[in-house]
């Protein structure tokens, strides 16, 4: 009985695709989680993993294995309030990497609850301040 099997040569393996820019909310509030899909594909049809930047010094290692094609989400929540860049990349089964996607850009308002709160006792301890905004 014959045997067949497959040998792959990892010096003619190539990377991923650059994953599509990150799909998600461009805003949210500070401590909320939020979900954000990509996807790529793999020339070799390998299997891919997926490496998250969240724009805020953290990353979430690497989550897989997916087929090449399939798409793959993640979550994310911010503590502070600020401007972030959230990208991906993918490496397949041989760890040849991709480039990093296209970020895209989240900005996390300061909470509005604490900008009220702020604004009504500026107007408890100024009451002149707010009959001038009248």
Excluded: C
């Excluded at 020339?43 to 490496?51: G, H, L, T, V």
């Excluded at 972030?84 to 900005?107: C, G, H, M, N, T």
């Excluded at 709160?117 to 001038?132: C, H, Y």
């Amino acid at each position: 009985m014959a045997h067949s099997f497959t040998v792959v040569n990892e010096e003619n393996n190539s990377p991923p695709e650059k994953p599509q820019t990150p799909s998600g909310p461009a805003a949210g509030k500070p401590g909320t989680s939020y979900l954000y899909t990509t996807i790529t594909t793999d020339p070799d049809e390998d299997q891919i993993y997926y490496q998250w930047s969240w724009g805020d010094g953290t990353t979430s290692g690497w989550f897989g294995p997916y087929d090449s094609g399939e798409t793959v989400s993640a979550s994310h929540s911010w503590s502070e309030k600020g401007d972030y860049q959230i990208k991906v990349k993918a490496k397949d089964a041989f760890d040849a990497e991709s480039e990093w996607s296209d970020p895209l850009s989240i900005s996390i308002p300061r909470n509005r609850t604490f900008l009220h709160a702020f604004l009504m006792r500026l107007f408890e301890r100024f009451p002149l301040f707010r009959q001038l905004l009248s």
